[in-house]
């Protein structure tokens, strides 16, 4: 069984910066697929940013330029770099872990982001 755990969210006033963190306990491979993904209110969740056990990465355009994912297998654990932050980025922010061959798919259980205008 895995389980994930997000930190690093909270309160920032417009153009600051937060850094989302995801640590994985259980059976994580390497070749396990990272996402961040992120809901308002009255929204449906969208996904913001992948990266796969090759480094290949991928950003909704919303947050290219701003958002810096990246990962680290030997601990298990994903973050997201956030710059730039703009009050339409407020949201619970979820870590997924997609493992390959049918292993499963895995949630964080969300951490709140809220940026002031």
């Known amino acids: 069984q895995v389980q994930l755990v997000e930190s690093g969210g909270g309160l920032v006033q417009a153009g600051g910066s937060l850094r989302l963190s995801c640590a994985a306990s259980?059976?994580?491979?390497?070749?396990?697929?990272w996402g961040w993904y992120r809901q308002a209110p009255g929204k449906q969740r969208e996904l913001v940013a992948t990266i796969t056990s090759r480094g290949g990465i991928s950003y909704v355009d919303s947050v290219k330029g701003r958002f810096t994912i990246s990962r680290d297998n030997a601990k298990k654990m994903v973050d997201l770099q956030m710059n730039s932050l703009k009050p339409e980025d407020t949201a619970v922010y979820y870590c997924?872990?997609?493992?390959?061959?049918?292993?499963?798919?895995?949630w964080g259980q969300g951490t709140q982001v809220t940026v002031s205008s």
């Open positions: 997924n872990a997609n493992l390959p061959a049918n292993m499963g798919n895995y």
């Open positions: 259980g059976s994580i491979v390497n070749r396990v697929v």
